[in-house]
Nanobody, 124 residues
Framework: QVQLVESGGGLVQAGGSLRLSCAAS????????MGWFRQAPGKEREFVLG????????DYADSVKGRFTISRDNAMNTVYLEMNSLKPADTAVYYC?????????????????WGQGTQVTVSS
């Protein structure tokens, strides 16, 4: 099975940018459709973006369209989350997740493997 490790989180001012990485090991990243989720204190874990195995298809939550971009480099076994125009409402722990099943889903129960998360804090 695949192991996932996120990195790149931190503290940033509103309007700033961050790039998160999710490094996979144990299995080829190309075996999985991938998603990024986030969880703010006291809230449910929510879908942010997803990308299919080869990168041809993506899905974005409305709250991040035009600001966040997901990409992947299967040769490097890494998925990226580029975050621009950050808002305090984007503050959360961000998780990457792997889905061996066909296609994308926004349902967190559709993902079998998760990283430990990385904290993103956006100050106003």
């Amino acid at each position: 099975q695949v192991q996932l490790v996120e990195s790149g989180g931190g503290l940033v001012q509103a309007g700033g940018s961050l790039r998160l990485s999710c490094a996979a090991s144990g299995r080829a990243l190309s075996d999985y459709n991938m998603g990024w989720f986030r969880q703010a204190p006291g809230k449910e874990r929510e879908f942010v973006l997803g990308i299919t195995r080869g990168g041809a298809n993506t899905d974005y939550a409305d709250s991040v369209k035009g600001r966040f971009t997901i990409s992947r480099d299967n040769a490097m076994n890494t998925v990226y989350l580029e975050m621009n125009s950050l808002k305090p409402a984007d503050t959360a722990v961000y998780y990457c997740a792997a889905r061996p099943s066909q296609g994308l889903t926004r349902n967190k129960n559709g993902y079998n493997f998760w990283g430990q998360g990385t904290q993103v804090t956006v100050s106003s």
